[in-house]
């Protein structure tokens, strides 16, 4: 059973930076892609980015496009969701999801993914 743990939500002002992590265990995570969400109080759950398990495939959302970077360090089996230039409007709870689809593709509804994290907080202030 694949469980899966964000970190690196926290206070940060606007402009600023943050590294979420998802970490893995109980299976390795390089036959997984990963998707990035998130959902702020009283909105629906947005897909924000995604990353293929062979890591050459990936999508942004375009309201994080520019600004967040996805990777993965399949060694550490861990993805991080560098968020750079941070706004107000980021702010919600960040999870992240996995599914083993073929090497090459990703998704950004989160309805196909099996395994979710717990989620973390980001809070975005101006």
């Known amino acids: 059973q694949l469980q899966l743990v964000e970190s690196g939500g926290g206070l940060v002002q606007a402009g600023g930076s943050l590294r979420l992590s998802c970490a893995a265990s109980g299976l390795t995570l390089d036959s997984y892609a990963i998707g990035w969400f998130r959902q702020a109080p009283g909105k629906e759950r947005e897909g924000i980015s995604c990353i293929s398990s062979s890591g050459d495939s990936t999508y942004y959302a375009r309201s994080v496009r520019g600004r967040f970077t996805i990777s993965r360090d399949n060694a550490k089996n861990t993805v991080y969701l560098q968020m750079n230039s941070l706004k107000p409007e980021d702010t919600a709870v960040y999870y992240c999801?996995?599914?083993?689809?073929?090497?090459?593709?990703?998704?950004?509804?989160?309805?196909?993914?099996?395994?979710w994290g717990q989620g973390t907080q980001v809070t975005v202030s101006s």
């Open positions: 999801a996995a599914k083993d689809w073929v090497y090459y593709y990703c998704s950004y509804y989160g309805h196909e993914y099996d395994y």
